[in-house]
């Protein structure tokens, strides 16, 4: 069995009035930026040295929860950090279980077609 797990790269909590979405880009504090991408590939180390088969990542824009405009970006950084673990875009991976999910249905109906055949 494989254990992902996810990583979001949380900014932290927003000076000012964060009730629109997108947040405005003059909220942003590169100070707090910069400190939210070193705590990102602090914690990718870790959970590289804890096991974990792949470490996924999903891109946002303009959202405290996920500092990631572009995925590839974060993605080629964190496999500079680990050695063992799989870096992955999230999407990638609703890709793969989105098509097991299909095979897996496909193999169901055929068992059932194949089963009520005999009957």
């Not at 797990?5 to 000076?15: A, D, E, Q």
């Not at 950084?77 to 799989?86: D, G, H, L, P």
Request: proline share 8%; charged share 25%; net charge positive.
């Amino acid at each position: 069995m494989k254990f992902p797990v996810f990583n979001s790269i949380p900014y932290g909590p927003v000076c000012g009035s964060t009730n629109n979405w997108p947040v405005p880009n003059e909220l942003y504090q590169p100070e707090q930026g910069v400190a939210a991408y070193e705590n990102c590939l602090e914690e990718v180390e870790m959970e590289n040295e804890l096991g974990f088969d792949w470490i996924s990542c999903a891109e946002h824009h303009y959202s405290p929860m996920s500092l990631v405009p572009n995925v590839s970006v974060i993605a080629s950084a964190i496999t500079q950090r680990v050695k063992r673990a799989f870096a992955t875009p999230q999407s990638i991976l609703d890709k793969v279980a989105s098509a097991a999910d299909r095979r897996n249905a496909e193999m169901t109906r055929l068992k059932k077609k194949k089963k009520d055949k005999k009957k």
